[in-house]
């Protein structure tokens, strides 16, 4: 397994930015998926983003043109840049590494858009 520690959530107002990083305890993010998730109060969890080893990326309709999943392989770091914000992306946010081998969970990162 590896360790994923995300980081960037806060409080931020309607319309705002915020960048999100998941942070992996060793080099693997070339050669897994990771998706980012996201959990509203009383919902449940939902996926928002994901980029692929290849560096295919796949958005939620809720959030597309908005978000933005990128990969820096040396950082080993993934970031969700998450722009126009709406109260509805209010959440804690998950980073999640996956393949046949591995299911890696971070402690996740809270979002809150309000005014």
């Known amino acids: 397994q590896v360790q994923l520690a995300e980081s960037g959530g806060g409080l931020v107002q309607p319309g705002g930015s915020l960048r999100l990083s998941c942070v992996a305890s060793r080099s693997i993010f070339s050669i897994v998926t990771v998706n980012w998730y996201r959990q509203a109060p009383g919902k449940q969890r939902e996926l928002v983003a994901a980029?692929?080893?290849?560096?295919?990326?796949t958005y939620a309709d809720p959030v597309k043109g908005r978000f933005s999943i990128s990969r820096d392989n040396a950082k080993n770091t993934v970031y969700l840049q998450m722009n126009s914000l709406k109260p509805e992306d209010t959440g804690d946010y998950y980073c999640?590494?996956?393949?046949?081998?591995?299911?890696?969970w971070g402690k996740g990162t809270l979002v809150t858009v309000s005014s």
């Open positions: 999640n590494a996956v393949r046949f081998d591995l299911n890696s």
């Open positions: 980029i692929t080893p290849a560096g295919t990326t």
